[in-house]
Structures are given as C-alpha cells and as structure tokens.
C-alpha cells in the first residue's frame, strides 16, 4: 500500500511540474506566431480591398524617416535620429493599416444582414451593446439594433427607412412606457439617401448629445430587460457576433 501511493503521489506530482515548467514555454512560443499571423491576415484583407493601402503606408513611414533625417542633420546626429525615427515610422505605417483595415471591413459587411449591428462594435466603453436585434420583420429582414450610452436609448436600423419605420415607431412606443424621460435616438444605417454609412454610425453615435449620467446608463438597461424582447425568429444568417471587425487584429 505504500508503494502505491508512492506512486500515485508521484505521479500527480509530475504533471504538475509540467504544468508550470514545460507548458508555459511552449505557449509562449505558439503565442507570437498568433500574432505575426493575425497582422498579416489583417494586411492582406486591406489590401484585397483597398490597394493603395500598401503606398499609403510606405509614404507615413518615408515621411516620418524623412523628418527624422532632416531633424538629424540639424543637430548634426542624423544617426541618432534616424534610429529614434525608425520605430516611429512603423507605428505611422501601422495607424494607416489600421485605419484603412475598419474601413475595408465596413466594406465587406455592405449588404450582409446584421451589419447595422456590427458598425455598432466600434464603440468602446461607455456604451451597452445589445448583439441580436430587438425587432426583426421576418418576411422583409428589416432589423433594429439597440445601444445604450450617455445619449440615451440609440436605435439603429437596418432596411429602407420608410420600410423600417413602423418597427421603430413600435419599439419607441415600447420602451416608452418604462423609459419616460430618456431620449430615444435612431439611426438609419445603410448608404441610401437619409441613412449613415455603417462606417460613420458609431461616430453618429459618439456625438449624440449627453443626457444622461454613467450610472443611469445601466439603470436604463435594467429597464428595458424587464419588457423582454420579442422572440422574433431571426432571419438566417443573422450573426453581429461574427459579423463585426476584430479591432485588436487592426491595431
């Protein structure tokens, strides 16, 4: 009996030794290929989709090397100041594939469903975000997406807008009897005539008067849980999830 549990202590001993010696070095060297691989497939998105983004970089990084030289010249320590620019020249050229990447990711979303709900991901903290669409029309596939913030309720549509309009008018009617006194927004996502492109809905949004505080923000969605939503069935293909831009890929 006790060689067996000689055995079994040793044995429970040794994965453990593994786990905290061997397997965080090979994470560690699985994690930066990740990476290097991501960036890349970021670039090559971007640039199937805008082709200039590859001479818009070169030229940000040129430029900045440039300055760099001159600056360098001046103080007669061009070396120095070359090497300082170097770094700076890549984060120039990085900012452009960033940039120019959400913009070609707005692109490939163009006519997707659920699209309106994704331009929605760019927003970051301050702002709840809901991912399935509070109302659906099943036999058109209009859809409207809901957004919390500082501005208040922010209903952003998907769909022509005079098509839309009674989902709107019907969820404004909803959420006004639990929400009284809160401004309620809306937004028609798309690139008709009266919409917002769904590469400019969440600056919309950002510039949306404030009305009201950070912590009402959260009130006002324990509000509007209490309605429920409608169970509509959502057309297929329907994924804001998967649909939406992977921000930390583009920086």
Known sequence: MAKNTDNASSEAASPKRGLFSRKPKAEKANKEPGRLKQLGQVFQMTRKNDPMVV????????????????????????????????????????????????????????????????????????????????????RTKDLVFLGIGRAGVVLVTEGPNTRVRPLVDAERRRMGRVLPNVPIHVIN?????????????????????????????????????TLGSAKLPIPKGIDPNRARPNRKQMR
């Open 55 to 138: 001479w818009l970089m070169i030229l940000a990084a040129l430029g900045v090397l440039v300055v760099g030289l001159i600056v360098g010249l001046l103080i007669n320590n061009w070396i120095t100041a070359v090497l300082i620019a170097l770094p700076l020249a890549l984060l120039a050229a990085t900012m452009i594939l960033s940039r120019r990447a959400e913009k070609a990711a707005f692109t490939q979303l163009e006519g997707r469903p659920g699209a309106a709900g994704a331009a929605m991901s760019v927003l970051r903290r301050g702002w709840i975000l809901k991912d399935e669409p509070v109302a659906v029309n099943p």
């Open 189 to 225: 996502a798309g690139n008709e005539e009266g919409q917002t492109p769904l590469a400019e809905v969440g600056k919309k949004m950002k510039k949306l008067p404030k009305s009201i505080t950070k912590l009402e923000i959260s009130a006002v969605d324990k509000r509007l849980s």
